[in-house]
DNA sequence: AATGTCGTGTGACAATTATCATCAGCTAAT
DNA sequence: ATTAGCTGATGATAATTGTCACACGACATT
């Protein structure tokens, strides 16, 4: 699962987030990082875990879920590489409010939480990095949730299509990482009427549909349903 | 509207959240800051303006909101006293993605966002203890917005009436700072069925009503509508 | 005093969404 | 090979929510 050669210096994570982060810290952080692979499906963070690293994905793609009170699964977010999956609450929570999942086979770069934070507090700059980007992640999430909320069923689920094919997969036709059910548990509505308005989609030549696969033929009416709809 | 004395040796932001701040960052910070005033219903920000100070809330309470796509208000969430008022992006955007505004008569205390930076890129401690702060909050914002996205309209109209009540107020009569309408864009039904439903819990002798004030008369029956219904 | 606007409130009806039942196909387990 | 379980799919029906219409009072403006 570990590696054992330090490729810290080519890691994106630096070169893309930390500018400002000395050699030395660089080195300190290289020599203890772990790296994991697990396949689609795999259980990567459960909630309630007590939070003992600093994560990021390296590769692959993660749902973020927890369970709601009437033991309901709730998606609240995906993750795509360099986003950090520990990033909900690694510095406000002792444990894990959320459960993350790879929903493709992924990698992740784990870090030890202690030592990230004594950086963080020798390290000014690095940290208001650090908060730029745990800021910017939030409020993606807060705005996405706030888009879906305005929309309904069907606008909801053309939004969903829309994000994998422009944000995740960047082509019109992509392998829908995940099932109708947990579209529906993403959008707040029943699997049963994602399935629905997929096949509505279908019949309107929208889009086409080999089991997960899809392809989206009229993007601009996708768009507008996904906007007006 | 601004103070000439200087106190924030007294001021709980600095006794609450910024223990690791200098004597020196304290009275750099100290000398440039300014409070306002603003009655209910007066905007303190502005969607779009642009970002350069970093307000906190002194006194009063707050509704975050937005204007959607179709031109419909949307509110985000609500903040207390303590709260940070410019914290979804001030470190991460050049310009705010929402507008926020008075609901009760309040006092802000704003700082100069690039001289906080300072400080921040200066002392580690410091950012690390900010960036708690603000991660607690969008945190909050998601899972209130996870909570409610789950429920219906009676449990959502219910949670709104026990926010109040529990997290503002601390006490089970109040008046409610915001109109029908508001609690519809926060909770994301119509006016209407907001209305609909309080009269039926008033029907229901769940509460009591007279225009604005609240009051709860049996908070059992509302808390098992709030998880339940 | 007349007018307009806004918040509140209610009813009737339409649209949207959920629930329940059923079925087919696939896969894992025995 | 048979069963059990899961995903996907569709239809009928019920529940929930939205839309439209109207009414009333408070309040500001003219």
């Known amino acids: 699962m570990s590696t054992f050669e330090c490729t810290c210096e080519r890691c994106h994570l ?42 990021y994905l390296k590769e ?13 699964e709730q998606i609240i977010s995906f993750a795509k590489p360099f986003d950090f999956v520990s990033l909900l609450s690694v510095f406000s929570s002792e444990s894990y409010h959320y459960t993350v999942t790879a929903i493709e086979d992924s990698t992740t770069c784990e870090l030890d939480l202690e030592q990230v934070k004594e950086i963080a507090r020798e390290n000014g700059v690095f940290t ?7 800021s910017e992640a939030t ?3 807060i705005l996405d949730n706030l888009e879906i909320k305005q929309k309904h069923l069907h ?26 059910k947990e579209i529906a548990e993403y959008i707040g509505m029943t699997t049963e009427n ?26 601009e009416r996708l768009e507008s349903i996904s906007l007006h709809g």
């Open 14 to 55: 630096k070169t893309l987030f930390f500018r400002h982060i000395t050699k030395n810290e660089i080195r300190s952080i290289c020599t203890q990082k772990v790296e994991h692979n697990y396949e689609k499906g795999d259980v990567i963070l459960r909630e309630g875990d007590p939070i003992k690293n600093f994560l």
């Open 60 to 72: 692959g793609l993660v749902k973020l879920s927890r369970t709601t009170g009437d033991d309901k």
């Open 128 to 134: 208001l990095d650090l908060m730029t980007r745990v």
């Open 139 to 141: 409020d993606r999430i």
């Open 155 to 180: 606008g909801r689920v053309a939004y969903v299509l829309l994000f994998f094919a422009n944000k995740v997969y960047e082509r019109d036709d992509f392998e829908l990482p995940i099932s109708r």
């Open 194 to 219: 994602v399935i629905r308005t997929l096949s509505e989609f279908k019949k309107d030549k929208i889009i086409r549909i080999f089991g997960k696969e899809i392809d989206i033929v009229d993007k």
